[in-house]
């Protein structure tokens, strides 16, 4: 698990960038995984110096000094210490909404930036796009289970091992749908990361279109289905003129 590492004392806290300056005080300093250096004095919520995500960090850490050097393209964050009060290394995780526990260790699950984060081993669940995660469990794990539309609305477990949403959209619309420029069955596969409707003719015909978050309403002009989407209705071929 990452962590978040803290120094207090006295310090000469000088930042070179958009506007020069050099501060000293008692402060707290926190430096979090990705490098980003946040100085704290006694006032409000603000820190008084900061540089979030530098390109490149450097911590020094004696028995009685620390100091650390922090650059961001022009910009430079340094902090010397005069006086050390204390140190400290805790472990940290991203902040998220909670969905349950975990089944097998019991530890706290969140959603946040698009995945379910075990708050203890880290361990991630990558959510599609449009997902909504459902106070309910699956049967076969006990994770949460999430509700995701692709063509319909599809209940599947988080783990993508245990209930594949790729064999629920294939169940449901695999040849259901025909190629526009040959005719051929329209099959539902995974290519280079995305979910196609792709035309069973390939090679020869390299016709396939991405199938978007939303439900199947009606039918196109085209002869393809038409989505009810978070943006409108739209058909599966995104550059229909019918649609």
């Not at 409000?44 to 922090?70: C, I, K, M, N």
């Not at 081993?121 to 959510?127: K, M, N, P």
Request: hydrophobic share 35%.
């Amino acid at each position: 698990m990452e962590s978040i590492r803290i120094f207090a004392g006295d310090c000469t806290v000088t930042f070179e960038g958009t506007r020069d300056r050099t501060q000293r005080g008692r402060v707290v300093v926190v430096v979090k995984p990705d490098r980003t250096v946040l100085v704290h004095d006694v006032s409000g919520y603000q820190p008084v110096a900061w540089l979030t995500r530098a390109d490149s960090l450097t911590v020094e850490s004696g028995p009685r000094s620390f100091g650390l050097v922090a650059r961001a393209g022009e910009q430079v964050l340094t902090v010397e210490s005069n006086d050390v009060t204390g140190r400290a290394e805790y472990p940290a995780s991203e902040a998220g909404i909670p969905v349950g526990a975990h089944p097998e260790t019991g530890e706290p699950l969140v959603r946040t930036n698009g995945a379910v984060v075990g708050l203890d081993s880290g361990t991630e669940f990558r959510l599609p796009a449009g997902a909504i995660v459902l106070d309910s469990t699956c049967d076969d794990c006990g994770l949460p289970l999430m509700r995701v539309e692709r063509g319909a609305a599809f209940e599947v477990c988080i783990d993508r091992q245990c209930d594949p949403l790729d064999d629920r959209v294939r169940d449901r619309f695999d040849g259901d749908w025909h190629c526009p420029d040959c005719g051929s069955p329209m099959r539902i596969i995974r290519r280079n990361g995305r979910l196609l409707a792709g035309c069973d003719a390939y090679p020869e015909c390299e016709t396939a279109f991405s199938i978007p978050a939303g439900v199947v309403a009606a039918d196109c002009d085209c002869g393809l289905p038409i989505f009810e989407t978070g943006r409108g209705r739209r058909c599966l071929d995104s550059t229909c003129e019918h649609s």
